[in-house]
């Protein structure tokens, strides 16, 4: 696996994480701040997306 497709899995994991931890606080309102942009277009992403790499 290459070293992008580990870092943005990293930023995925880290994002369930502080979600997860939120969870258990019972925040409602969030904010997160990311600089991956492959996760944030994701996320900020309202229409289906069918490209291989998300781009």
């Known amino acids: 696996m290459d070293k992008n497709?580990?870092?943005?899995?990293?930023?995925?994991?880290?994002?369930e994480e502080s979600?997860?931890?939120a969870r258990t606080k019972n925040w409602l309102k969030l904010q997160f701040?990311?600089?991956c942009?492959?996760?944030?277009?994701?996320?900020?992403?309202?229409?289906?997306?069918?490209?291989t790499m998300g781009y």
């Open 5 to 15: 497709v580990q870092a943005e899995w990293a930023e995925v994991h880290e994002l």
């Open 19 to 21: 979600i997860s931890f």
């Open 33 to 35: 701040e990311s600089n």
């Open 37 to 51: 942009v492959n996760l944030v277009n994701r996320l900020n992403r309202t229409k289906a997306d069918f490209s």
